[in-house]
């Protein structure tokens, strides 16, 4: 499932529901560079814990104007 957004309030929320409530990869785009880091910052910020779920937690350091070849995915979530 790609997420857009997911450093935002709404995003965080959803990155982390997904990752609690589901068995899918979770992807999510991030502009500027160092991040996953700041993913993880968010998250830990909105007292969401994400132990434990690094290997489906992918992120892509982009735009998603600029981004090309994106991974298949069954779901966009665009929380932009």
Do not use: M
Not at 19 to 39: E, F, H, K, S, W
Not at 48 to 55: E, Q, R, S, W
Request: overall charge negative; aromatic content about 6%.
């Amino acid at each position: 499932i790609l997420v857009t957004g997911a450093t935002g309030f709404l995003g965080a929320y959803i990155v982390h529901e997904l990752l609690c409530n589901t068995q899918a990869v979770v992807i999510a785009v991030v502009r500027g560079t160092g991040a996953r880091d700041r993913l993880i910052q968010t998250l830990r910020f909105y007292d969401l814990a994400v132990d434990g779920f690094d290997h489906r937690l992918e992120v892509i350091e982009g735009d998603l104007a600029g981004l090309q070849n994106l991974p298949a995915c069954d779901a966009i979530i665009n929380s932009a």
